[in-house]
Every structure is written in structure tokens, then in C-alpha cells.
């Protein structure tokens, strides 16, 4: 006799089969859960102890470039107590910071954890040495009531060159950091990306036992249609490209932003091979990359510029390849995830442009010449050709700025520049090595080639007429010429030579060329 509430015989398995579906969601709901908490651990962390690093760099950079503005700002004869008390306020602050990046700290800008790296620590310590250096100059210099002339252009072309160390070691400090970021983001990304992986991998396996252990094919047929949805609904929220490869390189699926890379629905391209979206060019670099990851085994990392076709934007890429196998080891396909890095690399960008080019005029500092000269002169060696230097100083430089101000000065600064890049051969290598002082670097260029063209950029700076703010006035520079392998062999050898015949120059009445 059946009971009337006893379930009957066909609705049993269907009964079992919910009760294992709820415990199977639950499960699958437990672990991802617990891969998202690690992940957000992992880029909190980030967030809270690196990024601040980056921040304090800046600010390090900023007060003591703000201090040195305000003393700039204020001679030993006018100066303003008050100003002067803002300015060691500003190097106060830079100290902060500083024990704030070794040691640790808060303010109200947030909490700083101390750097752990041990070469960014003795980097940092560095950087707090040639400020302690900086201050001290800054004391000789706008501490003393009574400075001669004399004495405060020796000082002042010392705060300069400290000023510099300091800068190149601070933006070294930074490169580093970011470099420890990038890195750590690296390793965040393919965290989420292995961890996602082996989502579907679960999936794959929990999908795999339900149909051993389902009898009933439509409901089976039913619960893959609703995971399979689920996961669809899941991809396409995520910000990233994702797409899936057979070992032939067909597509198996792709997410709703790579159906914006190639302008087609998923639909369109289910079945096709990237040679029927992009150029040959393209296509055998993306195989090229589905082929390394499937010689390496494991997940590979690689860059790649993009073109979206749906609306011709481009985006850098950072993308991972990981190769996907059945339990038995074949290879069967190549599953990928493509995160957008243009931003990234746009800093990455700007931070390199810092360290290598001066901040007012554009042109190459005074390391990256150093660097450049000693690439020349080797191939100079190597191919035995000549290489010419000019030491261009512009006239009454300090007079200009005494008499107009430092925003006309800058002016004059910047228009040389540009006149320098426009009159100066495509090959040539301009810098600014301080002040008023500029560095050209001429390949293959024999002395008497570098004497006209030396002389062509003289008259062309005779012409200039710079005016601001309804002030006129014309500048002429002094440049002295030295050559490998007539005046040395080295960059120090030529460049003190050079020096010598640009003050020669100036000996001799200024607005000239010499040679040494």
C-alpha cells in the first residue's frame, strides 16, 4: 500500500538529483567565494602598502621642488622671513616622508607602510643623504645674510647639481616602486586568471559527475543549459578579452568584449580562425603566441597592441595564454584573458620620459647625454668616424633673468630649445646640461663640418628676438667646438675642451665660435 504523501517513483530521482544540485551550488558558491577573498586580499594589499610608496615619491619630489622655488624666489638681501620659514616647512615634510617610506607613518593623506625591498631601501637612504646635502647648500645659501657674489654663484651652481642628483635618484626611487608594482599586478592578474581557471575547470568536473550520476536526460539537458548560462552571464560582465581556442587555433567561445575586437557577434565567430578577422601579419603573431604557450606548458604572459575593430580605438594588452589539457594529457586548446593596460603603459611612458629629459625644455638631460655621447663615441671607434661636441652657452644669460624675472628667463630657455631642434640635423643629439649651458653631440662629423654648421646656429641665434608681456629682447650665444679623435678620448676629455673653447669665446667678446 503506497502512502498518500510517499513521492512516487518518478519523482524520486528528480528529488535526489535537486538535493545534489543544491549541495553542489553550495560548494561551488563556498570556493568562489573564497578565490574572489583571496583575490581582493591580494590587490587590497597592493592598494594599501604600494601605491602610497608612489605617492610619497611625488611628494618628496614636489615640496622640495616647491622649497626650492620659494628660496629662489627670495635673495639674501630681500627676502622674506616668512617665506623663507614656508620653504623649510617644505623641506620638513620632505623628511616625513622619507622616515614615513623607511620606517612607516600617517598623515592625513593616509597610512604609509616602510618599504620592505631591501635596493629600494638602500636607494631611499640615498636619496635621504643628497637631501641632507641639499639642505645644507640651502643654508649656506639663504641662511647667511652676508654672501659675496662670487660665493653665491658658486652655491647656486652647487644647489644645482645637487638638485639634480637628488631628482635622478628620487625619480630612480620611483621607477623602482612602479617597477614592484607592476610586478606584484603581474602576479595579481594571473592569480584571478589561474583562479578563474580553475573555476572552470571545477565546473567542468562537477558538470562531469552530474552526468555519470543523472539518468534522466532532460534534466540533465536542462541543468547544463542553466550552468552554461550562468557562466556566459559571468564572463561577459568581466571588463577583460576572454577566448577559447581548439589546438587548431579554431575559436570555441569569447566573451562580449572580444566580439568588439573583431566586430562580430560570438555567433560569427565560433568556427573561424583569427586569419578571417585580421591581417596575415596579425594572425601569425597571435599563432606564433598560442604555440609558444602550448611548447611552455603552463600559462604565458605577453603585450600586444590592439585594434578594436567596432570602433577603431587601440588598447595595450597584457595578455595570458594559458594551454588547456584532458585528464589523459593531450593538448586540446588555448584559453585566453587580455586585461587592458593602456593607462599603465602610458605612466610607464611618462615616468621613463622624466628621467632621461629635462623638465623645461624637452631636450635630453645632462645623464641621458652622458649615455648617448658614450654610444656615439663607440661607434665612432668602431667604425672609425669623427665625432664633434658643441659647449653652447647663452649670453648674459644671469642678466636677463636678473633684469625681466625668471618667467622670461625660462621663455628665453624654452625658445632656444626650440631653435636649437629646428637649425641642429635630425642625427645630431641636443641636451641642456643646466642653466643656461646645452650640449650638442654631431655623429660622424669632422671639425670642419662642425665649425659651419656650429657658425650657422650662432647666426641663427643672433636673430632670435624673444618677447613677453610686451618685452623684446635678443640673445647670442658663445659655443665652443671640440672633436674625437682630435681633442680626446673620452666624453669628460671633449666636454672639458669644448668648455675651454666656449669661454675662450666669450674671453674674445662673446657671440662667436672657437675650437680648441
Not at 315 to 327: G, N, R
Request: charged share 25%; aromatic share 10%; proline share 2%.
Amino acid at each position: 500500500m503506497t502512502l498518500k504523501n510517499s513521492p512516487s517513483a518518478s519523482e524520486v530521482p528528480l528529488f535526489l538529483h535537486l538535493k545534489r544540485r543544491f549541495f553542489i551550488n553550495l560548494t561551488t558558491f563556498f570556493i568562489f567565494s573564497l578565490m574572489i577573498g583571496v583575490l581582493f586580499y591580494h590587490g587590497y594589499s597592493i592598494a594599501t602598502k604600494q601605491l602610497p610608496l608612489v605617492d610619497a615619491t611625488m611628494e618628496v619630489k614636489l615640496e622640495v621642488a616647491v622649497a626650492r622655488l620659494i628660496f629662489a624666489k627670495n635673495s639674501t638681501n630681500n627676502s622674506s622671513p616668512a617665506q623663507i620659514k614656508e620653504a623649510w616647512l617644505h623641506l620638513d615634510e620632505v623628511d616625513w616622508y622619507i622616515n614615513a617610506m623607511l620606517f612607516g607613518g600617517s598623515n592625513q593623506e593616509g597610512v604609509f607602510y616602510p618599504i620592505s625591498k631591501q635596493k629600494i631601501r638602500e636607494e631611499l637612504i640615498l636619496v635621504g643623504r643628497l637631501f641632507e646635502k641639499l639642505k645644507v647648500l640651502f643654508i649656506q645659501r639663504y641662511g647667511s645674510t652676508a654672501i659675496q657674489q662670487t660665493q653665491s654663484s658658486v652655491i647656486n651652481l652647487k644647489i644645482e647639481q645637487a638638485y639634480d642628483e637628488f631628482f635622478v635618484a628620487t625619480d630612480n626611487i620611483e621607477t623602482l616602486i612602479q617597477k614592484q608594482i607592476d610586478k606584484e599586478l603581474q602576479q595579481h592578474w594571473l592569480l584571478g586568471s589561474l583562479l578563474f581557471i580553475a573555476s572552470l575547470l571545477m565546473g567542468f568536473i562537477l558538470s562531469f559527475f552530474i552526468y555519470q550520476q543523472e539518468k534522466n536526460r532532460n534534466i540533465l539537458i536542462k541543468l547544463l543549459g542553466s550552468n552554461e548560462a550562468r557562466m556566459k552571464g559571468l564572463v561577459n560582465t568581466l571588463p577583460d578579452l576572454i577566448w577559447l581556442k581548439s589546438a587548431d587555433g579554431i575559436y570555441l567561445n569569447c566573451n562580449s568584449k572580444f566580439e568588439n575586437l573583431f566586430g562580430h557577434k560570438e555567433s560569427e565567430i565560433i568556427g573561424k580562425t583569427d586569419y578571417d578577422f585580421v591581417s596575415n601579419d596579425e594572425a601569425e603573431f597571435f599563432r606564433k603566441n598560442d604555440k609558444a604557450a602550448e611548447a611552455l606548458g603552463k600559462p604565458r604572459m605577453n603585450e600586444e597592441l590592439l585594434t578594436f575593430s567596432y570602433d577603431g580605438h587601440k588598447e595595450w594588452t597584457e595578455t595570458i595564454k594559458a594551454p588547456m589539457y584532458e585528464k589523459n594529457g593531450k593538448f586540446i586548446g588555448i584559453l585566453g584573458i587580455g586585461r587592458d593596460i593602456t593607462e599603465r603603459k602610458k605612466i610607464q611612458d611618462q615616468i621613463k620620459f622624466q628621467a632621461t629629459h629635462d623638465g623645461l625644455t624637452g631636450l635630453l638631460n645632462r645623464v641621458e647625454a652622458e649615455k648617448s655621447f658614450a654610444r656615439e663615441l663607440d661607434r665612432s671607434i668602431r667604425y672609425s668616424h669623427s665625432l664633434s661636441l658643441f659647449m653652447v652657452d647663452i649670453d648674459f644669460f644671469k642678466s636677463i633673468n636678473d633684469t625681466y624675472g625668471h618667467s622670461l628667463g625660462d621663455k628665453v630657455l624654452q625658445e632656444f630649445s626650440y631653435n636649437l631642434e629646428e637649425n641642429m640635423r635630425t642625427s645630431d643629439i641636443n641636451s641642456r646640461f643646466g642653466g643656461e649651458e646645452f650640449v650638442v653631440i654631431l655623429p660622424e662629423t669632422i671639425p670642419s663640418q662642425a665649425i659651419a654648421l656650429a657658425e650657422r646656429l650662432r647666426k641663427s641665434i643672433q636673430n632670435m628676438v624673444i618677447s613677453e608681456d610686451g618685452i623684446k629682447v635678443n640673445i647670442t650665444a658663445s659655443i665652443g667646438v671640440a672633436s674625437y679623435p682630435e681633442n680626446g678620448n673620452d666624453f669628460s676629455e671633449i666636454l672639458q675642451k669644448a668648455d675651454t673653447a666656449m669661454y675662450k669665446a666669450k674671453d674674445q667678446g662673446r657671440n662667436r665660435v672657437k675650437v680648441y
